[in-house]
């Protein structure tokens, strides 16, 4: 029993608490009856027991105690509204925390972009700036556009106002015509005038639809005339141009001459030239009077073969009568001015005044009656200009033969060849042009012009032709007939001079007269692109490219294109089958008959491509190169999510620092603050 | 053990049911009252500490993960408030003014002040989890695996605390006891 001895303050409270099993509790009680200490700590236990009980029971809660926490909780903390008590409840979500969380990282990745100008993906951000500029130059040509055009809208419009202004009302002068005929040579002088104006206009600026209406309405006031009223006292000038075609120039000269004459007219001035071809061209201007003109014209027919006839006539009506009635008041200003010479004027200055101004009447008074003088000569008789022309029914009186020849060279030093070509110059072979084109890449051409004289022409063609290879030759020969068109059989034949045009091209840019591709397919494919080289070098080709590449499958191509001779074609073929499988041979051979090419020296190009077979799986695609791919640009995504993070960090760092700064300073002002108060008041309180 | 109506009530006051957390401020703010004044041995500050338990332990309710735990959650909220408290009260010459209010209770309420003052000191003297355990104890007469629970104690741990407790109050106040006795 020694363990319950020991354990005597355990089990004394438990069973005092009723704490203890049945078990337990026989045997506690039998250990307090062996043993006097623990039976006195029992009862000490039990008093003990009995006071905890007593005092306790003071202390304890009092019966309202729980609706006194409950009220005191309601007024700490009361009911929140349902949204803000949502949000923060929905705040204590782990997944909404995380959610906020990643939308706040986000937020700040945004921001670093923002603040670094950056966009989400390089690729748009490089496109920006472009279409920006774009924009901007759009924009630009736009404006600029719009101000041009605007500039010539309102250049437009000032036009068009300024024709508007210019342009008298359009229907007032025939409309005037029509009524009245005593105004129409004013109205047609306006129609003149408005006539030069715009002229003057359609020269400038020439809108079509003015220029078109213009000859309208200017021939309108024209037309008029003829058919309005007798003619009986109208000065009108009448004039005829007629052009024919005759067999003999001389007796149409002296049929016309007849035909004026039954027409009491004569013949003013007659003209005539003899042609290239022998034949007679002349003019004849006859006057007739114009009540006979039509007949007059009517026999002219006869004559030849009319070929055009024209017939105008022009009303001086109103200026004739204006300058009549001018030259009348110039009369009368005469007569007085002599009047006042003779009686008036005794002053000298006064009277040279007056001698002076006589003098320029008098010089008006002339001019006029020239001017009547002459329209009346014009109303008197119509003019009648008639061309005439001698038939063309000669024969020729010589042939020319024109030779003109185009030569293309392909030269393999195009300088050189070039050179050569000019080293034939003499007396007899002229250059005429000379040129030579290099451009960027190497490429050369040359263009020549040759004159040669005839009888060198051939020996000098042919040394050309063997300077070179010649990729076209043509000749052109024309036979130009001197004087006559017929099949002259006595006319004599002579040789012109020969004109050659050369064109050099380097001989690369000759085009094949064979083409080859095919494919060889090896596993070295390197080294085979060697032997190939080598076996092109020995049969005289010349490498024009090549290439090399891998492609993602591992596979290799290799690709050359070769140019050979034509003559060591079959050679070249034979020792590529040691290289490889050759596949897919394809020729194209481009047959020019009649061509003067040397065919064995003719060019033949042959295109290889050597390659491998690839990998079933390609190394761009296998899992390792994909599961690098996805490594590498997880990370570096998450790198930019994280510059971007550290931006805006550091973007807004300054000012958290700053809030907090002041932040802490304020709380310890305000401590201080608290902290002299208080010792204020504990002074106080010690006094 | 908590039966299942009480743990509902306690997951609703997690979620922020009013009406549930007052249905479990009634059912523990004595247990925790007893904690309270366990640590602290003064009514009024034990009472601003379950208050102030509540109040904190409503603002951080979604804390709990498990909500069968809720009481144990609140009562060492409790402890620990009760526990800061009096280490702020520490620096007032606490057992002075301990002596000379016993000394004033003696001198006016006779023999029945004067056990009751020396049953206070050595409660005081005991450590701070016998003092809670007591007080638990004799306040509700919570059985041994509540106030186990209630603690966060293993099964059977309280036996042996209370025993010790009892045992040092017994040897403190023996001469009261013989006395009474």
Redesign the interface.
């Known amino acids: 029993m020694a363990t319950t001895h020991e354990q005597i303050d355990e089990l004394l409270a438990a069973d005092l608490h009723d704490e203890l099993t049945a078990t337990e509790r026989d045997e506690f009680h039998a250990h307090l009856v062996e043993c006097a200490e623990c039976r006195q700590a029992f009862q000490e236990g039990k008093n003990m027991n009995r006071i905890l009980n007593e005092t306790m029971a003071d202390k304890k809660a009092d019966p309202a105690f729980e609706q006194r926490m409950v009220s005191r909780f309601r007024d700490r903390v009361p009911k929140r509204s349902g949204l803000i008590s949502l949000i923060t409840d929905l705040m204590r979500v782990r997944a909404v925390q995380l959610t906020a969380v990643a939308a706040i990282l986000l937020a700040l990745a945004q921001m670093g972009k923002i603040i670094t100008g950056e966009s989400a993906t390089p690729k748009e951000g490089r496109e920006n700036p472009m279409i920006m500029s774009e924009f901007d130059s759009n924009r630009n040509k736009a404006g600029g556009d719009q101000v041009s055009s605007s500039l010539a809208k309102t250049d437009g419009r000032t036009k068009a106002a300024d024709a508007v202004e210019e342009e008298p009302p359009p229907p007032a002068p025939p409309l005037d015509a029509v009524t009245s005929t005593a105004p129409k040579p004013q109205t047609e002088r306006a129609a003149g005038l408005t006539k030069t104006k715009k002229a003057e206009f359609k020269d400038e600026k020439a809108p079509t639809s003015v220029a078109e209406s213009q000859p309208e309405f200017a021939e309108s006031p024209q037309a008029t005339p003829a058919s309005v009223g007798p003619t009986a006292n109208r000065k009108l000038i009448r004039n005829a141009t007629a052009e024919l075609e005759v067999v003999s120039f001389d007796e149409s000269i002296q049929k016309i001459t007849a035909f004026a004459s039954e027409e009491k007219g004569y013949v003013a001035t007659t003209s005539s030239e003899k042609q290239e071809n022998g034949k007679l061209r002349g003019e004849i201007v006859v006057k007739v009077l114009p009540d006979n003109l039509d007949r007059f014209l009517g026999k002219l027919r006869g004559i030849g073969e009319l070929k055009n006839q024209a017939l105008t006539t022009e009303d001086v009506t109103k200026a004739y009568f204006d300058t009549e009635s001018r030259l009348k008041n110039a009369r009368l200003m005469e007569q007085r001015l002599i009047e006042i010479l003779k009686t008036k004027s005794k002053d000298v200055a006064d009277l040279l005044e007056v001698e002076k101004e006589l003098g320029r009447v008098r010089e008006q008074i002339e001019t006029m009656q020239g001017e009547l003088k002459f329209m009346d000569s014009q109303v008197a008789f119509a003019t009648v200009t008639i061309t005439l022309a001698e038939k063309n029914m000669n024969l020729p009186a010589a042939f020319l033969l024109k030779e003109k020849a185009q030569l293309s060279l392909y030269a393999t030093e195009v300088e050189k060849t070039y050179n050569e070509i000019k080293a034939l110059a003499s007396p007899k072979v002229q250059i005429t042009t000379a040129q030579i084109d290099r451009d960027n890449t190497g490429r050369v051409s040359a263009r020549l012009s040759l004159l040669l004289a005839p009888e060198e022409s051939e020996a000098v063609i042919a040394k050309v032709k063997g300077m070179a290879r010649v990729e076209n030759f043509q000749v052109q020969t024309e036979r130009v007939s001197q004087g006559g068109d017929g099949l002259g059989e006595n006319a004599k034949t002579e040789r012109d001079k020969v004109e050659l045009n050369i064109t050099l091209s380097r001989d690369e840019q000759e085009t094949a007269l064979q083409q080859t591709s095919l494919q060889i397919r090896t596993p070295e494919v390197n080294d085979k692109t060697k032997q190939l080289r080598a076996i092109a070098e020995q049969q005289g080709g010349r490498i024009r490219s090549s290439s090399f590449s891998r492609d993602t499958n591992g596979r290799e191509y290799s690709t050359v294109s070769l140019r050979v001779p034509m003559k060591n074609y079959n050679a070249l073929m034979q020792s590529l089958n040691g290289l490889g499988k050759v596949e897919n041979v394809s020729v194209r051979r481009d047959d020019r008959p009649n061509s003067q090419i040397d065919e064995s020296n003719a060019p033949a190009d042959v295109s290889i491509q050597v390659y491998s077979q690839g990998n079933i799986v390609s190394e761009e695609t296998g899992l390792w190169a994909t599961l690098r791919r996805t490594i590498g640009q997880g990370a570096s995504a998450l790198m930019w999510s994280v510059r971007m993070i550290g931006v805006a960090v550091a973007f807004l760092a300054p000012w958290a620092l700053i809030v907090g700064v002041v932040g802490w300073v304020a709380r310890r002002v305000s401590r201080a603050r608290a902290a002299r108060k208080q010792s204020a008041e504990e002074e106080a309180g010690r006094r | 053990m908590i039966d299942a109506p009480e743990h509902a009530v306690y997951r609703a006051a997690i ?2 049911d ?1 009406d549930a ?2 249905m479990v ?2 059912s523990v ?2 247990n925790l ?2 904690i309270a ?1 366990g640590v602290l041995q003064n ?1 009024e500050e034990a ?1 601003d500490v ?2 102030d338990t ?2 904190k332990a ?2 951080s309710r ?1 804390r709990v993960r498990d909500s069968a735990k809720l009481p144990a959650w609140l009562s060492t909220i409790a402890r620990h408030r009760a526990r800061d408290l009096a280490r702020k009260r520490r620096p007032e010459p606490l057992p002075e003014n301990f002596e000379s209010s016993e000394v004033v209770e003696f001198e006016s309420a006779g023999q029945k002040a004067d ?2 003052g020396e ?2 000191s050595a409660l005081a003297q005991l450590p701070e989890l016998h003092r809670v355990a ?2 638990l ?4 007469d919570l ?2 695996g509540t106030i186990e629970q209630i603690l966060g104690l293993t099964n059977g741990a309280l ?2 605390i ?6 040092l ?2 040897k403190r ?2 001469p ?3 006395s ?2």
């Open positions: 979620q922020g009013r957390f007052e401020i009634r703010s004595r009252f007893a004044y009514r009472e379950v208050q509540f109040v409503w603002k979604w056990l009751d049953v206070r007591l007080t104890r004799y306040f509700e059985d041994y036996r042996g209370l025993g010790r407790a009892l045992g109050m017994r106040l023996k009261a006891l013989a009474i006795g």
